[in-house]
């Protein structure tokens, strides 16, 4: 590598210690040389970072380490509705008649009594349509 | 935040961030935040996209820390990742003009072609400058070397070399001829300067 080439390296502070001493040698003699380190240089100054917006940092702390879990916000909501619920169903289950507890007798008689009164009716029909033919 | 977070390797850093520790995710995120949105802003030009791209490459880390392996080149993966999601937004918005291309000025490496003891423009124009004429001319570079120098300012022309997959001798010549293209644009505005001022 030519000395002038190594002038990137120099401004990186990429050279060894023999390897810088020889350029430093080069460039007393090198006006080109001292020149292009010469923009280099304010050219470090120059583009030196800005800041990154902080609404971009705070937006990114939000997605990642900062961020809420989705059930975080509703933990009352969902316990609320969970306790509403049990109470409903605690208040129903009081209203409600004991559908075990019927009386069996009842249902028979009611069945019998109306399958009775059917078939009279059919029977009823039944002579009326011999009757006719 | 851990007083003592400052303190560690980047690589301590993202070990103690897979253990959990939030803290340590933001100390990186702190170490290179205006780096790295200088680097993706310098390509994109557009604070919008910058925001959103500097996000994402955070956000690779925060999910897949897992795959990063510690070997010390922490910056290095940061700033590829951000390289790759920069060449991303310019294949959708179909602008995948100048990253990998080759410069169209093929200048002998440095200042072989100036006669031997004559003042340079470079010289000439060494200091007169002003910061924002020279962060005016950066801008004005061709992609490719404009990402030259502004990875420099980052990154060693080793750790460039290796983060664009390219010989340390392309990465300086690409960074010679960016400096040679800036000397060009800064003359070129000092001269319209010192024509209006006639």
């Given at each position: 590598m030519k000395d002038c080439e190594k002038v990137m390296l120099y401004a990186s502070n990429e050279l060894d210690g023999t390897e810088k001493a020889a350029f430093e040698k080069h460039l007393q003699a090198c006006a080109a040389c001292r020149a292009e380190l010469a923009l280099l240089r304010r050219t470090e100054e120059a583009l030196a970072a800005p800041a990154a917006p902080a609404s971009v940092v705070d937006e990114l702390f939000a997605k990642t380490t900062r961020r809420k879990s989705f059930f975080a916000g509703w933990k009352p909501a969902l316990a609320g509705t969970a306790l509403l619920g049990l109470g409903l169903v605690m208040v129903l289950a009081g209203l409600q008649?004991?559908?075990?507890?019927?009386?069996a007798s009842e249902v028979i008689a009611y069945m019998s009594e109306n399958l009775d009164e059917e078939y009279l009716n059919f029977s009823n029909d039944l002579a009326l349509f011999e009757q006719e033919f | 935040m851990d007083p003592t977070l400052t303190q560690r390797t980047d690589d301590e850093l993202v070990l103690l961030f897979k253990s959990g520790s939030g803290d340590a995710f933001e100390e990186l995120v702190y170490r290179y935040k205006n780096s790295l949105y200088q680097y993706i802003m310098s390509m994109v030009q557009d604070e919008g996209a910058a925001g959103d791209l500097f996000q994402e490459v955070f956000i690779a880390l925060f999910k897949h820390?897992?795959?990063?392996?510690?070997?010390?080149k922490f910056k290095s993966w940061l700033f590829l990742t951000a390289r790759n999601r920069v060449l991303n937004f310019f294949r959708d918005r179909d602008?995948?003009?100048?990253?990998?291309?080759?410069?169209e000025e093929g200048n002998?490496?440095?200042?072989?072609?100036?006669?031997?003891?004559a003042p340079s423009l470079l010289e000439g124009l060494a200091g007169r400058e002003t910061e924002e004429e020279i962060r005016r001319a950066a801008l004005e570079l061709p992609q490719r070397q404009r990402e030259m120098i502004y990875l420099r300012q980052y990154l060693s022309f080793k750790e460039i070399a290796e983060l664009l997959n390219r010989p340390l001798g392309t990465v300086l010549a690409d960074c010679h001829r960016a400096i040679k293209k800036m000397q060009r644009i800064l003359a070129a505005q000092q001269g319209a300067g010192r024509e209006v001022n006639i």
């Open positions: 008649p004991d559908k075990t507890a019927f009386d | 820390a897992d795959k990063y392996e510690p070997r010390g602008q995948l003009t100048s990253l990998d291309q080759t410069d002998a490496f440095l200042h072989d072609t100036l006669p031997d003891g």
